[in-house]
C-alpha cells in the first residue's frame, strides 16, 4: 500500500516523488504515469516482470494485457473500481488500480491462483451434482427397460464422453447394446461375440470394481466396440453398472484421441452416475419381469371371449369394483363337457371381499372346482367338497356360487341349477316373464355342512338363464345417487331383452347398470347368461373350446 513516510527509512528508490513513499507490502506494487513510463516498482513487481525498471516504458515490460489496461485507464476508458486479471508465468493475477493526485496509476497485484482454482472447482463440482440430479431424476422416471438403456447411453454421451456404450446381462446367447454418440440418436444393437475381448468389460458384467482407464489400451479396443465414423480412440472407460444385489450391465466411455484423457476425478463421477443408472435399469428390469410375471398367472384369469357350446350359448361380463383392478373376489368358468352329449358346466360366484386378497381365494376355488369337474354329475358333492377345502384351508374368507349343468335337447336347452348361498338364477321366458330358479343353499367355507337344492329347468329357444352376483342388484346410484339398482329394475331390464342372444343381454345389463353407479363406489359385478338358441343347432359348427372366466 501507499503511505506517507520517509524514503529513506524504507529504502525507496532515489526516483521517487518527494510526495511517496513505500512499506513493506506481501504482494507486488507498481506505478506508472500516464504516458505509461514506470515510476516505481517494489522487490516483489520486480522479481515478478524482471524487466520492470524505472524509467522504462510500462509496455514491453509487463504483459501486454496490464500495459494495455494501463493505457486504457489513463484514459478514462473503464471504471475506476474495474479489476485488471491475467496470467503472468503460469500464475494468474488481479491488478488493481488506484489513481493518484498527480495521476499516476498505481497497480496492485494479487495472486488469485488458488481463489481461481477453488471456484473454478467448486463450478465444476455444481455442474457435475447438477448432472447427477438431473441423471437421478430422468433414470427414474421410466420404468420401460428399453428407453432407460437408451437415456442412460444418452446422458453418458453428452455429459462424460464422446459416445457411450450400454451393455446389459447377456439374453441367451447375445448382448444387448445401447450405442450412443454425442449429440446423436442412441442405436440398439445385440453383440453375438464374447465379452472378453474388451478389457474389463467381462469383469463389469459379473459386477467387480472398474478398471482404471489407465491401465486400458485403447488401441486393444476392437473394430465392432467403436461406432461407425467415431475415428481413433484416445481413451476408454469400462465401469459396472450396480444394481440391486446383482450387476445392471456395463458402461463404455469413449473418448477420441485429439479430446483429452480420463481424469481421475471424471472416473469418479462415471462410477457415480454408473451407480445411479444401475440402479434405475435393475428397477427397470424388475418391473418388467414382474409385470411378465403378473401377466403369465393373470392369463387365467382375464375374460376370454365364450362362444356357443355344443349347441348352447354361453355370454358372460365383469366389471371390478375399482377400474384399476383387473381382478376381484366375482368369478365365473365355463367348462365343456368331455364326452358329445355331456352337459357343459357353468358356475359363477362371489368371494367375501374385494381386489387381490379375494382374488386368491377365488383362484384356490377355480381350480377346486376345476379339479372336482369328474363329479359335476352331483352338485352337492362338489359344494361339500368345496367347503371342505375352504374350511381347512387358512383363509378366513367365505363365498357363494351358484352352478348350472346345461345340455341342449332338440330345440331346447336342459338345465340343472344349484344354488348355495347365492342370489337364485333368473329365468328369462320368451313373454318376457322373469322367474326365479327354486334353488336354495347355504354359503361355503363356514359352516361345517352346506346343504344345496338342486332344481331342472327347461330353455325354449329364444329363452335363457342368468346368473348373477349382488353387485349388480345392489348397485348405487341413480339420480340421487343413493339408490341401489335393485331386484325389480333389473328384473325388468331381464324382461325387455327377452328373446336377445345371450351376449347381447350382457352387454345391456352392463350398459344399464354402468349409467346407473356412474363413476360411484360399487363392489364387483359379473353375470353369465345361458341361452337357448332360436335358430336349429348344427353340432359339426358348434363350440367345443373350453371357455373360462374368473374375475
Known amino acids: 500500500m501507499v503511505v506517507t513516510s520517509t524514503q529513506q527509512a524504507h529504502g525507496a528508490s532515489a526516483h521517487a516523488p518527494n510526495h511517496t513513499a513505500w512499506t513493506y507490502v506481501p504482494y507486488?506494487?507498481?506505478i506508472a504515469d500516464a504516458s505509461g513510463t514506470v515510476r516505481h516498482a517494489n522487490p516483489q513487481a520486480t522479481r515478478l516482470f524482471p524487466d520492470l525498471r524505472s524509467g522504462a516504458p510500462l509496455a514491453g515490460s509487463v504483459p501486454s494485457w496490464l500495459a494495455d489496461g494501463h493505457v486504457?485507464?489513463?484514459?478514462?476508458?473503464?471504471?475506476?473500481?474495474?479489476?485488471?486479471?491475467?496470467a503472468v508465468g503460469g500464475r494468474s493475477f488481479e491488478a488493481h488500480p488506484t489513481v493518484e493526485d498527480d495521476g499516476d496509476v498505481v497497480w496492485w497485484l494479487v495472486d488469485d491462483t488458488d481463489l481461481r482454482l477453488a471456484r473454478e472447482n467448486l463450478r465444476v463440482e455444481r455442474e457435475r451434482?447438477?448432472?447427477?440430479?438431473?441423471?437421478?431424476?430422468?433414470?427414474?422416471?421410466?420404468?420401460?427397460?428399453?428407453?432407460c438403456m437408451e437415456v442412460t447411453g444418452q446422458l453418458a454421451a453428452g455429459h462424460l464422453a464422446d459416445a457411450a456404450l450400454v451393455i446389459a446381462p447377456r439374453s441367451g446367447s447375445r448382448l444387448p447394446v445401447v450405442t450412443c454418440l454425442r449429440g446423436g440418436a442412441p442405436?440398439?444393437?445385440w453383440w453375438d461375440t464374447g465379452p472378453e475381448e474388451v478389457p474389463g468389460l467381462a469383469e463389469a458384467l459379473q459386477g467387480f470394481p472398474p478398471v482404471p482407464s489407465q491401465w486400458i489400451e485403447p488401441s486393444s479396443a476392437p473394430d465392432w466396440l467403436v461406432p461407425e465414423g467415431f475415428g481413433p480412440v484416445g481413451s476408454i472407460v469400462v465401469t459396472p453398472l450396480p444394481g440391486h444385489?446383482?450387476?445392471?450391465?456395463?458402461?463404455?466411455?469413449?473418448?477420441?484421441?485429439?479430446?483429452?484423457?480420463?481424469?481421475?476425478?471424471?472416473?469418479?463421477?462415471?462410477?457415480?452416475?454408473?451407480?445411479?443408472?444401475?440402479?434405475?435399469l435393475s428397477a427397470a428390469r424388475l418391473y418388467a419381469e414382474q409385470a411378465s410375471l403378473s401377466q403369465t398367472l393373470m392369463q387365467d384369469l382375464l375374460p376370454p371371449v365364450l362362444h356357443q357350446i355344443a349347441g348352447v350359448d354361453f355370454a358372460g361380463g365383469?366389471?371390478?369394483?375399482?377400474?384399476?383392478?383387473?381382478?376381484?373376489?366375482?368369478?365365473?368358468d365355463v367348462h365343456p363337457g368331455k364326452a358329445e352329449g355331456d352337459a357343459s358346466f357353468a358356475v359363477l360366484g362371489d368371494v367375501c371381499g374385494k381386489g387381490l386378497e379375494a382374488a386368491v381365494l377365488t383362484g384356490k376355488i377355480r381350480n377346486t372346482l376345476e379339479a372336482l369337474l369328474p363329479m359335476a354329475d352331483d352338485h352337492q358333492q362338489m359344494?361339500?367338497?368345496?367347503?371342505?377345502?375352504?374350511?381347512?384351508?387358512?383363509h378366513t374368507r367365505f363365498a357363494t356360487l351358484v352352478m348350472a349343468s346345461a345340455m341342449r335337447e332338440a330345440g331346447s336347452v336342459r338345465l340343472r341349477v344349484t344354488s348355495a348361498g347365492h342370489p337364485p338364477a333368473l329365468l328369462v321366458r320368451r313373454d318376457g316373464v322373469v322367474e326365479e330358479a327354486a334353488s336354495r343353499g347355504t354359503l361355503i367355507g363356514v359352516f361345517p355342512k352346506a346343504p344345496a337344492t338342486t332344481t331342472w329347468e327347461?330353455?325354449?329357444?329364444?329363452?335363457?338363464?342368468?346368473?348373477f352376483t349382488d353387485g349388480i342388484t345392489e348397485g348405487k346410484g341413480g339420480p340421487l345417487g343413493g339408490e341401489m339398482f335393485g331386484d325389480e329394475r333389473f328384473r325388468q331390464a331381464l324382461s325387455q331383452c327377452a328373446g336377445m342372444p345371450a351376449e347381447v343381454i350382457v352387454r345391456h345389463v352392463q350398459m344399464l347398470v354402468g349409467q346407473w353407479v356412474g363413476s360411484g363406489p360399487h363392489d364387483d359385478m359379473a353375470i353369465v347368461v345361458i341361452g337357448a338358441p332360436r335358430a336349429h343347432h348344427l353340432s359339426a359348427v358348434g363350440g367345443h373350446t373350453r371357455g373360462r372366466f374368473t374375475s
Open 28 to 30: 507486488p506494487v507498481l
Open 72 to 86: 486504457r485507464r489513463v484514459t478514462a476508458q473503464f471504471d475506476e473500481e474495474a479489476v485488471l486479471s491475467g
Open 129 to 147: 451434482t447438477a448432472f447427477l440430479a438431473e441423471a437421478s431424476n430422468t433414470l427414474l422416471s421410466s420404468l420401460n427397460l428399453e428407453r
Open 187 to 189: 442405436r440398439r444393437s
Open 245 to 280: 444385489g446383482v450387476p445392471a450391465g456395463a458402461l463404455i466411455l469413449l473418448r477420441r484421441s485429439a479430446g483429452a484423457v480420463f481424469t481421475e476425478s471424471e472416473e469418479v463421477i462415471a462410477r457415480l452416475f454408473a451407480a445411479r443408472a444401475g440402479a434405475a
Open 318 to 332: 365383469y366389471r371390478p369394483s375399482k377400474d384399476h383392478e383387473r381382478v376381484g373376489g366375482d368369478f365365473y
Open 383 to 394: 359344494i361339500d367338497l368345496l367347503n371342505g377345502a375352504l374350511l381347512n384351508s387358512h
Open 458 to 467: 327347461t330353455l325354449a329357444p329364444g329363452e335363457c338363464c342368468v346368473l
